[in-house]
């Protein structure tokens, strides 16, 4: 397996600059699961080169969030994306509100459940989410559908659950 290899993925700048495609840096993992005894490969992306204000030797300060169907859609994306964004700043304060996003979601903007930071997507050939594929400015409608109703599910620190909507504290 390539010791590094690239993916082009979309950047949503934080501080309001076009979105662009930028080569999102993957590097080698191997994992397990309980179905196989074989380990399966996989990509880990490095989507932190392109988060400004992220902490530095943190483990991971970023998280992500899939985007398997948008809503009032019956069937799941053959090819879905997951949206990477900040959480650990630099810092400790909290990241600048994504203005690109503030502006697609207009009169529906809420400042405490934002989207912050840079945001960097990648899209996957696969429902599983282990084979990145190249993402290009054609995807663009179809993430800033999302982006005009969806919320991050992780804000102020917190985890909020998908299934039980309820708030967890994050670690």
Not at 9 to 27: E, H, N, Q
Request: net charge neutral; glycine share 4%.
């Amino acid at each position: 397996m390539d010791q590094f290899k690239s993916f082009d993925a979309i950047l949503f700048p934080a501080d309001g600059r076009p979105p662009c495609v930028v080569p999102l840096m993957t590097s080698p993992a191997l994992f397990i699961t309980p179905h196989s005894p074989q380990p399966n490969q996989a990509r880990i992306p490095h989507p932190e080169l392109y988060m400004e204000y992220i902490a530095a030797n943190v483990e991971r300060a970023w998280q992500h969030q899939c985007v398997e169907a948008l809503d009032c859609m019956n069937k799941k994306f053959t090819n879905p994306y997951i949206v990477y964004f900040p959480v650990i700043s630099h810092d400790g304060l909290p990241f600048p509100v994504n203005k690109i996003v503030k502006e697609m979601q207009g009169r529906m903007f809420v400042e405490n459940c934002a989207w912050r930071g840079d945001l960097i997507v990648a899209k996957y050939s696969d429902g599983r989410f282990l084979y990145m594929k190249n993402a290009s400015m054609a995807d663009f409608p179809i993430l800033k559908n999302y982006f005009s109703t969806h919320s991050p599910l992780i804000q102020a620190g917190t985890l909020v659950s998908t299934v039980t909507s309820a708030v967890v504290p994050s670690p």
